[in-house]
Antibody, heavy 120, light 107 residues
């Protein structure tokens, strides 16, 4: 398992871009051990997968968000990031970064989560 | 997308009870299923993967079973720390999808 920590603004205005970063320790994002993932949970709701980036730079996104989302790596800082454009109140959620193991493809590492509220 | 349907959405149980939660996928997922536990204000933690493999450090009272599209999480002899919400998740294909959750409450 690896240690993950989310960071970024807790408040974003409608129509703007939500930007979060996940700092990884205990492994390198440049290795192929994990698919570096984002998952969100709206208040009182279940878990929704947003997507992942692999060390090669390849990505996979949830179809419902694909037109608005970008997940990318910053290998120099051992981080990966989430950008979600044109946000609305429906994007208010706790955002988790997570590591999906590349061998068993399970989420065995999670950040603590960060609440992002979309409001003017 | 593969839809994951959990039942029940909530249940009430007492200490020492056996609890069973089911998860049905909208297609065969060939044991590509994981179970997570989530406590309020915390991130989910992995309990079981590949339908029946216990994650290291997870108590043996948690067991997973099933095949095809139908899977079960059983908690034998419910302990105080087991009151939480449980989610199934398929990793057969992308997009990864979760069940809606089952909240286990004190009876």
């Amino acid at each position: 398992q690896v240690q993950l920590q989310e960071s970024g603004p807790g408040l974003v205005k409608p129509s703007e871009t939500l930007s979060l970063t996940c700092t990884v320790s205990g492994d390198s994002v440049s290795r192929g051990s994990y698919f570096w993932s984002w998952i969100r949970q709206s208040p009182g709701k279940g878990l929704d997968w947003i997507g992942y980036v692999y060390y090669t730079g390849s990505t996979s996104y949830a179809p419902s968000l694909k037109s608005r989302v970008t997940i990318s790596l910053d290998t120099s800082k051992n981080q990966f990031s989430l950008k979600l454009r044109s946000v609305t109140a429906a994007d208010t959620a706790v955002y988790y970064c997570a590591g999906e193991t590349s061998v068993t493809t399970i989420f065995d590492s999670w950040g603590r989560g960060t609440l992002v509220t979309v409001s003017s | 997308d593969i839809q994951m349907t959990q039942s029940p959405s909530s249940l009430s149980a007492s200490l020492g009870d056996r609890v069973t939660i089911t998860c049905r996928a909208s297609q065969v997922i060939s044991n590509s299923l994981a179970w997570y536990q989530q406590k309020p204000g915390k991130a989910p933690t992995l309990l079981i993967y590949e339908a029946s493999r216990l994650e290291s450090g997870v108590p043996s009272r948690f067991t997973g079973s099933g095949s095809g599209a139908d899977y079960t999480l059983t908690i034998n002899s419910l302990q105080p720390e087991d009151f939480a919400t449980y989610y199934c998740q398929q990793f057969y294909s992308t997009p990864r999808t979760f069940g809606q959750g089952t909240k286990v409450e004190v009876k």
